[in-house]
């Protein structure tokens, strides 16, 4: 089974930055794509950013030019730097990927991670 566990969500004031980090583990599967996506009290889950194995990105219209998505594969780890962090970015981020294993798929997503940006 493929477990993600999200970590680096916190407090912090507008303008100001945090990185969050995603860390994949089992075996016996594969990973290509990741995403990070967000939820907002009683607004629905939103896809934030997504990055293939090759390393191309996609971002949110709301995200881009202060979030940056990567990846170490090595180390099976995605992160999320947010630079410039305003109110409206406060949610639950979500670490989520799809994992190939040898005969099913399996949609896996992190517990979450708070992100608060208030002053």
């Known amino acids: 089974q493929v477990q993600l566990v999200e970590s680096g969500g916190g407090l912090v004031q507008p303008g100001g930055s945090l990185r969050l980090s995603c860390a994949a583990s089992g075996s016996g599967f594969s990973i290509n794509s990741m995403d990070w996506y967000r939820q907002a009290p009683g607004k629905e889950r939103e896809l934030v950013a997504h990055?293939?194995?090759?390393?191309?990105?996609n971002y949110a219209d709301s995200v881009k030019g202060r979030f940056t998505i990567s990846r170490d594969s090595a180390k099976n780890t995605l992160y999320l730097q947010m630079n410039s962090l305003k109110p409206d970015d406060t949610a639950v981020y979500y670490c989520?990927?799809?994992?190939?294993?040898?005969?099913?798929?399996?949609?896996?997503w992190g517990q979450g991670t708070q992100v608060t940006v208030s002053s």
């Open positions: 990055i293939t194995s090759g390393g191309s990105t």
């Open positions: 989520h990927t799809v994992a190939k294993g040898p005969i099913f798929n399996y949609d896996t």
